[in-house]
């Protein structure tokens, strides 16, 4: 499954999407509102690093736990107004409006994870 950035940016309350490379590098982004390039590369670096610490989290957790949780499919993180989520092997994601996210809508399209219903 392959959502594009256009189909992220399309999900209610989402204002930013963006694609990084492993490296920390921006590959693409999309915004409603004008963004620096400066700013779009600060979220790149800032979501690879993030993405990278998790990786690492996960093989130590898995190997504490006895419970396999690798590879990471996404994470997310928020100050209670604003949340940055990230899927996709970790190098696509979104800013959303807390208020307005639908983490189940949100993360089947950056994961491709959905919830059963009921």
């Known amino acids: 499954m392959t959502t594009t950035l256009d189909t992220l940016l399309a999900i209610e309350g989402v204002t930013l999407a963006f ?3 492993p490296t920390g590098g921006l590959r693409d982004i999309r915004s409603k509102q004008p963004i620096a390039t400066e700013e ?3 979220i790149a670096q800032f979501c690879a690093s ?3 610490n998790f990786r690492v989290l996960a093989q130590t ?3 504490l736990s006895g419970q396999s949780w690798v590879p990471p499919e996404g994470w997310a993180y928020t100050n209670g107004r604003w949340t940055v989520a990230v899927g996709g092997k970790g190098y696509r994601g979104v800013f959303i409006d807390t ?3 639908d983490f189940n809508v949100l993360f089947e399209q ?3 994870i959905s919830r059963p219903a009921g």
Do not use: N, P, R, Y
């Open 110 to 112: 950056l994961v491709g």
């Open 99 to 101: 208020d307005k996210a």
């Open 50 to 52: 993030i993405t990278m």
């Open 19 to 21: 694609e990084a490379t």
């Open 40 to 42: 779009g590369e600060l």
């Open 61 to 63: 957790f898995s190997k």
